[in-house]
């Protein structure tokens, strides 16, 4: 008999962003009598949600009709938009293309409107549960998914049981929702079990690091956007940072660097604090001082790299099935969309998640990632390429009759001494924070030290013996958190991993040139702790 104790749900939503609440709150708006629950692993809802974020209001407009009269906290309408192409010392302004053109859409934190989405969706009757990791999906005998086992919580380092041990629940559902963001664990494992990207290229990513500032008083201008490419990225590299004024006197800024970037000593950390000390950027913070911080991969993969997002017992929506458009640098409304199609198809046909993938990419969900699809892979040639790519791809909307294709990301990691180093041309910086530990601290992230490490890696020889000669050690410098560390402690060098400093970002998963690096979610409830980001 299973230790674990079992719960029964008609549907089970993993992951608590703006795909899973949206897909929760529609499911019960159509099928009252439908029970429902949604997992999330942060402490409290939001907590691990980072994004820019500008949305699109149309489809909440759709799911929450009144939602304007009791907007979320952060709710600032988009303003003047800027675009510019940086050199160290300056740049030029630019007119604004087409995609990144915001008039009528608003400027939120992404996790204070899922904060503010879980309670619509509890008065409708759906079980929300921060605090609890999904570790496992179950099965039946034929293969199909018939649910998500919860993690133990109260496990030591070593796998011994502690004095609060708890053995996981195990959650049996008539059909899974996963709604876990980009690189999704239990995605990961379900996509590879059903060869769901068979007849897909493979998915490709990016990271952002953002921050929240407050600044000194009348410095923001509420609704101020602004995008830029070029300095600190080398012409090879896809980067570009964006900057956020919202009200109280508050700024939200960041930088995107693209994952398939080659130079192996890299460090998209450092790109985004040099970008910061630009001379159109500086100005706005001195004097300021940051609220909260923190990073998460990107899924950019776009209209080629879908995978199938159906299987028996389960379904794939929102960002864990890829549906960021790049250009627009927006994926929320996408997310929105596929949670309430998704609730819609399983509403209308007794919760069979068959023919969902069809409908999903007959929708205008895919028709938006299908216009877009040539303007992320451009870039791979270089910005200037890339930009003409791109406007050339807005131009026709996207009827050029050919698809580039992805590449793994990792593929893209040239080895030491292939590499033309560019020339970084960094300035020396004084803005805080001083280094990724300082910025950690930030990101308020919580992990037991005494709980097994999260972060596994297949053979840490490979670390030692040839990533350091071959690669050098490029974990050490890609990872915002400083987990990954070559130390030498007298017996020879090894890699330590730093998990208690880990904000969940999955870059390690993603850009590891040996794909020997595993992220699976922690004891539920750790990790970051994000405040409107």
Request: hydrophobic letters at 40%; aromatic letters at 8%.
């Amino acid at each position: 008999m299973s230790e674990h104790e079992t719960m029964e749900y008609d549907v089970a939503v993993v992951g608590a962003g703006p795909a899973g609440l949206a897909f929760a709150i529609r499911l019960k708006q159509l099928e009252p009598n439908v029970s429902v629950c949604v997992i999330e692993k942060a402490s409290t809802i939001g907590a691990h949600i980072l994004s820019g974020a500008v949305i699109e209001p149309a489809p909440l407009d759709a799911l929450l009709p009144g939602w304007r009269e009791n907007p979320p906290p952060i709710c600032v309408p988009a303003g003047e938009d800027e675009f510019w192409l940086l050199s160290k010392t300056g740049g030029r302004r630019l007119p604004v293309p087409p995609m990144l053109k915001n008039h009528g859409n608003l400027i939120v934190s992404l996790g204070a409107l899922c904060a503010w989405l879980a309670p619509q969706a509890e008065a409708l009757g759906v079980d929300v549960f921060p605090g609890f990791a999904a570790a496992d999906t179950l099965h039946d005998a034929q293969g199909a998914v018939v649910g998500v086992r919860i993690g133990d919580m109260g496990v030591a380092r070593d796998g011994s049981h502690k004095s609060n041990y708890t053995p996981g629940v195990d959650i049996k559902t008539r059909v899974t929702v996963l709604a876990e963001g980009a690189r999704g664990s239990l995605t990961k494992q379900l996509i590879k079990r059903f060869g769901l990207d068979a007849q897909c290229d493979p998915q490709t990513y990016s990271i952002g690091i953002k921050e929240l500032w407050q600044v000194p008083a009348g410095r923001a201008r509420p609704g101020r956007i602004l995008h830029s490419l070029g300095w600190p990225a080398d012409n090879r590299t896809y980067g570009g940072g964006f900057l956020y004024h919202l009200d109280g006197d508050r700024i939200a800024l960041g930088y995107v660097s693209g994952l398939d970037y080659s130079d192996p000593n890299y460090q998209p950390w450092e790109a985004f604090q040099q970008w910061k000390h630009h001379p159109l950027i500086r100005p706005l913070l001195e004097g300021g001082s940051i609220l909260s911080a923190g990073a998460r991969a990107i899924v950019t993969g776009g209209w080629q790299s879908l995978p199938k997002v159906e299987m028996p017992g389960a379904l794939l929506i929102g960002d864990t099935a890829g549906l960021l458009n790049v250009p627009k640098i927006k994926g929320t409304h996408q997310a929105i969309r596929s949670g309430m199609l998704a609730a819609e198809h399983l509403a209308a046909h007794g919760l069979d998640p068959a023919g969902f993938d069809a409908r999903l990419r007959g929708s205008a969900v895919m028709a938006e990632l299908k216009k877009v699809r040539n303007i992320k892979p451009g870039f791979k040639k270089g910005l200037w390429f890339g930009m003409l790519n791109a406007a050339w791809e807005t131009a026709t909307g996207g009827a050029s009759p050919w698809t580039l294709h992805n590449t793994p990301d990792w593929s893209a990691l040239h080895r030491l001494g292939q590499y033309e180093e560019p020339r970084r041309d960094y300035v020396t910086r004084e803005l805080p924070p001083r280094d990724r530990l300082a910025g950690v601290y930030f990101a308020a992230t919580e992990h037991d030290e005494d709980q097994p490490v999260h972060l596994h890696v297949a053979d840490t020889r490979v670390c030692i013996e040839r990533c350091t000669t071959e690669y050098g050690n490029p974990c050490t410098r890609f990872c915002p958190a400083a987990v990954y560390e070559i130390v030498d402690d007298g017996a020879g060098k090894r890699l330590q991993i730093n998990a208690a400093n880990c904000v969940h970002c999955k870059t390690c998963d993603i850009k590891d040139p040996y794909q020997i690096i595993d992220w699976v979610p922690p004891e539920g409830g750790s990790g970051p702790n994000y405040q409107n980001l």
